[in-house]
């Protein structure tokens, strides 16, 4: 079994300084205030009765993901996880958003976000017939700015190779999944790597962990140890973590279904401030010996409890101490420092291109691999010049 205790011994050791790579990036703080989201209410719905013409999936979502700050989003299933990294992230392409969503201050605007943000998918795709190397060096070449040369650009893949502990797999083809190339669990850390090329500052992860067994579950984990200790926000959605994993986490936002907050703050030590926290609630049971913190929060914050206890864990949130706190540190986070610029991009993206260029200009690329429901075949033809023939970085396959 892999040594997940490892965790905490390398945040140690790599606290003191964090981890530098070849390519600086600005640290992000993102803040988000009073964030909502409702999309137009299903036919289904309406047919069975509910009135109103929006649904309401997120409800006042106040909270701040810090540099260095590895945040888990936990709750049931249906809960909001996913919608609320998405609204984070500004992946919806449908729906209403409301309220504030800030990075390093600013109003986050997606064009320039889009830039210094990675998501990374839940089942991403990627291409069967290309080596680890080149996936990496493919998403580095369409996403890192074209000033940046290509000997930096390539000792900036090798540092991700490292740290992300792909070394010894590069030249390993990705392969289908379930049939050949790559297991889940290494498909998940070439899922971070080619977001972590483009040199992100934010990282999003929709549950990293999920389906794999507690080994595999452990080495991701310790991959994403390793990004959040170069000094970048990571967010990630997380599912029926082992204490280890649970634990390896620094700050916990916690829903309950309807898409509301129930905890907004610091795991503690051995989980302590959240065990504190729920057991400090009138009729919640205690956690017993070596119980798994995050299944006794899961069980203890339930609709069931809830009905049985009579009480809203939401309305006892929003009465906390912890929820004044947070409000003023989104408070004081979302004054943009003065050191930090807005960020303003030339050369405008030229969506006439799309499909009519084999050349692809890198921005438009850019914002093309963000696309999740736009797949990547339309770029096969492209890719293949470049990896084969435009490419002599990637010499001869072995
Ligand atoms: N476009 C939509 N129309 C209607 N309902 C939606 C839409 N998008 C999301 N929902 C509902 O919003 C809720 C939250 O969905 P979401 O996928 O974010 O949950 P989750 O916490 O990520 O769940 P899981 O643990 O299963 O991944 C679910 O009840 C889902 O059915
Ligand atoms: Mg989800």
């Not at 999944?177 to 990282?203: C, D, F, H, M, Y």
């Not at 691999?369 to 010499?395: M, T, W």
Request: aromatic share 8%; proline share 6%.
């Amino acid at each position: 079994m892999e040594d997940v205790s490892s965790f905490s011994h390398s945040r140690k050791k790599e606290e003191s300084s964090k981890v530098k790579m070849v390519l600086p990036f600005d640290p992000s703080t993102l803040t988000f205030q009073n964030v909502q989201y409702y999309v137009d209410t299903p036919q289904e719905m309406r047919k069975e009765g509910y009135v109103q013409r929006k649904l309401q999936i997120l409800s006042d979502i106040t909270g701040a993901a810090k540099p260095g700050v590895l945040t888990a989003l936990m709750g049931p299933s249906g809960a909001g996880k996913t919608t609320l990294l998405d609204v984070l992230a500004g992946r919806k392409t449908i729906g209403y958003i409301e309220g504030e969503i800030r990075a390093n201050g600013y109003p986050k605007v997606q064009e320039t976000f889009a830039r210094i943000s990675g998501y990374c998918e839940q089942n991403d795709i990627h291409s069967p017939q290309i080596t680890v190397k080149e996936s990496l060096i493919f998403s580095a070449w369409m996403r890192l700015p074209a000033c940046i040369d290509s000997k930096t650009k390539t000792k900036f893949v090798q540092e991700v190779i490292e740290t992300i502990e792909l070394d010894g797999m590069e030249d390993a083809l990705v392969g289908t999944p379930g049939l050949s190339g790559l297991s889940t669990e290494q498909r998940k850390r070439l899922t971070i790597a080619v977001e972590l090329v483009a040199n992100p500052s934010i990282i999003f992860m929709d549950e990293p962990t999920t389906s794999l067994d507690a080994r595999a579950a452990a080495i991701v984990m310790r991959a994403v140890k390793n990004v959040v200790d170069t000094g970048r926000t990571i967010v990630c959605t997380i599912h029926q973590p082992s204490i280890d994993i649970f634990e390896a986490f620094d700050e916990l936002i916690y829903l309950k279904n309807g898409g509301s907050l129930i905890y907004c703050g610091p795991l503690g030590q051995n989980s302590s401030k959240v065990i504190e926290y729920f057991e400090n609630i009138p009729g919640v049971t205690k956690i017993k010996d070596n119980c798994n913190p995050a299944t006794w929060m899961l069980e203890a914050t339930s609709s069931s409890v809830e009905s049985e206890l009579g009480i809203d864990f939401s309305e006892i949130y929003k009465s906390s101490a912890l929820y004044e706190n947070n409000k003023e540190l989104v408070r004081q986070l979302s004054n943009p420092p003065s050191r930090f610029q807005r960020c303003v991009f030339s050369n405008p993206i030229c969506p006439k291109l799309l499909g009519t260029d084999q050349k692809l200009p890198m921005e438009t690329a850019f914002i093309l691999l963000e696309k999740s429901f736009i797949q990547l075949d339309a770029f096969r033809v492209h890719y293949c010049n470049f990896v084969d023939s435009r490419h002599p970085l990637l010499g001869p396959r072995k």
